[in-house]
């Protein structure tokens, strides 16, 4: 079974720390993590500069304890020789604790900047919510150093990701005890994450990222014991003689995910089979012969025949994944779906999800596409830099891609093609989904880097990357 990586919601960590509380002496959490986040610094500045002793270092420090833990931190450095400053956004409001060693070891409190060599993000912690105020976002635009936040970038709200107004953007992020969503849902404004423990003891999360080296461990691959049918036969009904591309990206793509035999229903199949010549292809769903999966919706149209295709398919009692052109017809007749008892996994984006739904997922993305998979009964994959996952009763899986390089037109016939070979090869539905997001996002990357890195790619690289991605993960299994 992969392993997984947990993110925990405020909530759930103010309930830990109330825990540790009762286990440990006054003090001794708050000293863990200035600790920890000290020698994150330390580190940095070596990096950064070859050294610690004589380099400079400015804290941004706001009220209660998030300010606590940068003013600790700086009296340990201080220690290490490194010259420190404050400056302090709630003087009224500053950890009295901190603010007092802070002095001890000669810390210099200060009204600018100065000219760091680093600036520690202490503005806000997990309490906080909305945008920078006005004094901390000048600051905060003024800095031309690295910046390292402490436990989360401020202005970004911890429990959902979201930005609304002037927010840091970290290099490094130094979080506490347990990781929150924001570290996935927002990974792009937290840079490198370092997480320090503090003694916590959490519960089950409900938000959970599947562990690359698993997904590449549990990847299908053919033993010597298999065939073409025990691998998987999935059926895709997709793209048209008007849209040839669409089921072109969507079959290659399974055939790229180790399928053992993909079969295309379809008036695209001229265009298929010219790409891919082992593609099994018929006119109608009907005549498709036997399958174990069946993906539909990448360019198949929203006429009344698409519309009859789709109702043959979630007739079945198979796996089926339910995307693009699919989705539009569903959002016009969700008794399609919301009655199927077999596996059903739909894929929208943000736009499909609206017309899905009547609203539009919103900051709170875990809720929404929580939500959305209750409601219907159906495992959702809701497309983004973070993807989400969510099945009925199940905690949410989130793959944060790294990088927005899959964002281009075809990338999700892609995807679609990508889940459908894991869906007939018997993967559980919501694993499949996170499973393919990863790939399919590391496909991504070693489809621009191939390309140095520096401009959009299209969505056929993606095909010729897909292998070279599991490779990649299932090596890390072996490493």
Not at 344 to 353: A, C, N, S
Request: with cysteine.
């Amino acid at each position: 079974m992969t392993s997984v990586r947990g993110y925990f919601s405020v909530d759930e960590v103010r309930a830990a720390e109330a825990e540790l509380f009762t286990r440990v002496a006054d003090g001794v959490p708050m000293r863990r993590a200035a600790y920890g986040l000290a020698e994150v610094v330390a580190a940095e500045l070596r990096g950064r500069t070859g050294g610690v002793v004589g380099r400079s270092v400015t804290l941004l420090v706001g009220s209660g304890d998030n300010g606590g833990d940068a003013l600790f931190a700086g009296s340990m450095l201080r220690r290490r020789g490194v010259a420190v400053s404050a400056v302090l956004l709630s003087p009224e409001r500053v950890h009295v604790n901190g603010l007092a060693a802070f002095r001890r070891t000669g810390g210099r409190v200060r009204d600018d900047l100065g000219m760091p060599d680093l600036v520690v993000d202490g503005i806000v912690g997990i309490s906080g919510r909305g945008a920078l105020r006005p004094r901390a976002a000048e600051l905060v635009a003024a800095v031309e150093v690295p910046i390292i936040a402490v436990d989360l970038p401020s202005g970004v709200d911890p429990d959902t990701g979201a930005v609304v107004g002037p927010a840091v953007q970290a290099d490094v992020t130094v979080t506490f005890g347990a990781r929150k969503p924001l570290h996935a849902l927002a990974a792009s404004r937290c840079g490198r994450i370092e997480l320090v423990p503090i003694g916590l003891r959490l519960p089950e999360a409900s938000l959970v990222a599947l562990d690359p080296a698993g997904i590449g461990a549990d990847w299908p691959v053919p033993g010597p014991a298999d065939d073409k049918y025990s691998q998987g036969v999935v059926g895709i009904c997709a793209g048209s003689a008007a849209y040839p591309g669409a089921g072109v990206l969507c079959t290659g793509a399974a055939v790229a995910a180790t399928s053992g035999m993909v079969r295309y229903a379809g008036t695209g199949a001229a265009q298929v089979l010219e790409h891919a010549p082992e593609v099994v292809a018929a006119e109608t769903v009907a005549k498709s012969g036997r399958v174990q999966a069946w993906v539909f919706g990448p360019g198949a149209g929203t006429d009344v025949g698409a519309r009859d295709r789709l109702a043959e398919i979630l007739a079945t009692e198979l796996p089926v994944l339910v995307d693009a052109d699919g989705l539009t017809l569903l959002a016009a007749e969700p008794r399609l779906v919301t009655g199927r008892r077999a596996p059903t996994v739909l894929t929208p984006h943000g736009g499909e999800f609206a017309r899905l739904t009547g609203r539009e997922p919103g900051p709170d993305r875990v809720a929404a596409v929580r939500g959305l998979a209750e409601e219907w009964q159906v495992t959702v994959l809701l497309k983004g830099r973070a993807t989400l996952v969510a099945a009925p009763g199940r905690p949410v899986l989130v793959n944060e891609a790294g990088g927005s390089w899959a964002a281009t037109a075809g990338a999700g016939d892609v995807l679609a093609g990508m889940l459908g070979a894991l869906l007939a090869a018997g993967r559980d539905p919501a694993w499949a989904a996170a499973a393919a997001a990863r790939v399919h996002a590391l496909a991504a990357n070693l489809a621009a880097h191939a390309h140095d890195g520096s401009a959009p790619i299209s969505a056929t690289p993606l095909l010729r990357h897909i292998r070279p991605a599991i490779a990649t993960l299932r090596a890390q299994t072996d490493a």
